[in-house]
Every structure is written in C-alpha cells, then in structure tokens.
C-alpha cells in the first residue's frame, strides 16, 4: 500500500511540475524522434517487481523496448534501476525478460544505482557514454515522459523521446515470458521508505541525490550549484 500511495504522489507530482498538458502529443514527439532513428541506445526505466509476474507498466515498457529494437529504431537497450520498493533489482529484471523476448544479450545493458526517473535518465546516459553510445533516447509512458522534459532540458542532455505509443503496443504480443528472477535478487534489501523520509524521496524524484560528473554539468552555474554532489 505504501508502494501504491507513493507512486501515485510521484507521478503527480511530476506530471504537474511538467505542465503534462501542455507538451506535445505522444505520437507527435515519437514521430519526430524516429526520423533521427536508428538509436544506438534506447533508456527503459525501472518499476517495482513482487518476484512472482511483471506489473502492467512494467510490461508496456520492457514490451515497448522490444518493439523498437525488432523495428530497427535501436541497436541497444539499457535497463535501469536498483532494489528501490522490493528485493529485486529492476534493471535486472527487465533485463531478464527482454532476453526472454529475443533481444540478445550483448545488445543488453544495465543501470543498478537509480532509484527515481531522473537517476534512471542520468546514470544510464553514464553507461550509454561508457560504451561509446551518442543517439540515445527515452523509452517510456508518455506521463514518465512528460515529467523528465524540464529535467532533460534543464542539464541539456542528449537525450531525445520516445513515448509508447498504446495503439502500436496493443496490437503486438505482449504475453509474459517465463523468467527465473533469482538472479536479480539483492541481499541485505533496505525498502528505500526505510531508508529515506518523504522529504528525502521527493528530493530524489527532482533530481537531488545524483551524483554527478562535472563534464556532464554545461555551465559554471550548475557546477557551482551541484558541486557538493559531484563524483
């Protein structure tokens, strides 16, 4: 229940930061970004799995990422996200079922350390640079989405859109595969509700715990800014 409540305070309130309603159309933003297709690289953040089926935003993402890659629109994907809510670590998950779904494993990556949208976008851009990955986007629901504009633009990351497109998604096979998830489950697990207060967990939903690389900060402003959370 604590799960539930928090997600849907998170969501909220990055989708009225965003101003959601003001953005553009999901099929309008993934249109203009598959002209620049192919990606070397698609970012697919991270949901809460209980250890025993996916949930259905988990699905329509690890489902949506597949899609893009059997289309051709990306030649990687990386998975992101720690043990945040469960012991199951979610970039390991979802790595687990897009192998499960046919893409390969060396066209799969994986971000352990995020633990909110805006860690998912940063610490994957981190591993897409690691491997020599420049067209990168993000691949998520348009409400995710919409939320990570501001921050996308505000640190002026290559980082371009790539919304699920329902309509395009429904008409695929998007029956579960079978996964043995034990390899992604994280000894000692600490529920980040136990680790961090409500204040602390929406500071990280804006952005506030990343640790960042100073190349990655554009202006004197921002390093001056962040320079406490620099690695």
């Known amino acids: ?12 309130v990055m989708v009225l930061s965003a101003c959601g309603i003001f953005s553009p159309s999901p099929l309008k933003t993934n249109q203009k ?8 690289a698609i970012i697919v953040p991270g ?25 051709g629109v990306t030649k990687n994907i990386i ?18 079922y897009g192998e499960a ?15 909110h949208t805006t860690e998912n976008i940063y610490y994957s851009y981190r591993v897409a640079k690691k491997n020599g990955f420049q067209k990168i986007a993000l691949a998520t629901d348009p409400f995710q ?12 990351l290559p980082v371009d859109l790539l919304p699920i497109i329902k309509d ?16 992604a489950k994280r000894a000692n697990f600490v529920s980040i509700v136990d680790r961090q207060s409500k204040w602390q967990r929406l500071r990280g939903t804006f952005g506030q715990h ?13 390093r001056k800014k962040y320079s406490d959370r620099m690695e």
Do not use: C
């Open 210 to 222: 990343i640790r960042w690389k100073e190349e990655d900060l554009k202006t004197k402003h921002l």
């Open 47 to 71: 949901v809460p799995f209980d250890g025993k089926h996916w949930s259905e935003t988990m699905k329509m993402r690890v489902q949506w990422g597949a899609y893009l890659y059997r289309k």
């Open 168 to 183: 395009t998604l429904l008409k695929q096979d998007l029956s579960e595969p079978r996964i043995d998830p034990s390899s």
């Open 33 to 40: 970004s598959l002209k620049k297709a192919p990606y070397d």
């Open 1 to 12: 229940m604590r799960i539930v409540k928090f997600s849907f305070l998170s969501l909220l």
């Open 101 to 115: 779904l046919g893409i390969p494993k060396e066209h799969i990556f994986t971000d352990p350390r995020a633990e």
């Open 145 to 156: 989405l919409n939320g990570m504009r501001k921050f996308i633009k505000k640190f002026d």
């Open 79 to 96: 998975y992101s996200g720690s043990s945040v809510y469960t012991e199951y670590e979610e970039a390991a998950v979802m790595a687990l």
